[in-house]
């Protein structure tokens, strides 16, 4: 098999349409001679003239325009391939494809979502709702969003938000039948509370600020869930 490399073809269509090696070595950026060493070297592994020269004109030989023809809209393909893939680079775009719970997208769609699109117009975001833990690269997803406990402690991660705020909260209906005071956070002990379970399988733990002071409680109650949104419709029934 003949092989001839990426430059010497460069060279040799760098020739063939400037007519000149001396033009063809200004635009390429190397002298003359180094050019017509380079075709020298091409011609003989092809055991073809490729040029017909005077010193005044350079003409392609039949073989040369055949190689020409073929090599010409190759290389203005490939050009085009690094130009698209460097123009990729530099302005992002395409899909991303996103997992996180449904809680954390309702944070995303509401904090960061809006901004991010508006600066890189470009770029489809696809956002899949789970509360499982998901191998990212296995089900292939680009990056994945979830609560810090439910982050598996071998992952690599980025914290891109503030701590979540909280509040313990009680629909009207379930303090009437349930009139224990709440005057204090160990207060809640005595009720009916809904736990949450991370996709880990952590239990969360209902640290309360009070009066300036913490207070980390380990609740009771008759349900644990593992969704926000259900915790809430459940406290409201």
């Keep these: 098999m003949i092989r001839a490399g990426l430059p010497e073809l460069t060279a040799f269509v760098a020739i063939a349409e400037q007519r000149s090696f001396s033009g063809a070595a200004r635009m390429l950026g190397v002298s003359p001679s180094a050019l017509s060493h380079s075709m020298r070297g091409l011609e003989s592994r092809l055991e073809l003239r490729l040029f017909n020269r005077t010193t005044r004109s350079v003409a392609l030989t039949e073989a040369g ?43 995303l769609i509401r904090h960061v979502m809006p901004r ?39 992952m690599i991660a980025v914290r891109f938000g503030p701590d979540i705020r ?27 509370c809904i736990r949450f379970r991370f996709a880990s399988g952590t239990l969360f733990r209902w640290d309360l600020d009070h009066l300036g002071r913490s207070a980390s409680i380990d609740v009771d109650g008759p349900m644990t869930m593992g969704n926000i949104n259900l915790m809430a419709e459940a406290a409201l029934a």
């Design 166 to 192: 909280f509040a313990a909260v009680a629909s009207p209906d379930y303090l009437s039948r349930h009139p224990a005071p709440v005057t204090t956070p160990h207060d809640l002990k005595a009720h009916r």
């Design 65 to 107: 325009e055949q190689l020409f023809r073929r090599v010409q809209p190759l290389l203005g393909d490939l050009e085009c391939a690094v130009n698209d893939v460097t123009s990729e680079r530099n302005t992002p775009s395409g899909l991303i494809r996103l997992s996180a719970s449904e809680s954390s997208f309702k944070l």
């Design 116 to 154: 991010f699109l508006k600066d890189n117009p470009q770029i489809h975001i696809e956002c899949v709702a789970d509360t499982r833990l998901v191998d990212i690269v296995a089900d292939g997803f680009d990056a994945g969003v979830r609560l810090f406990d439910d982050v598996p402690r071998d």
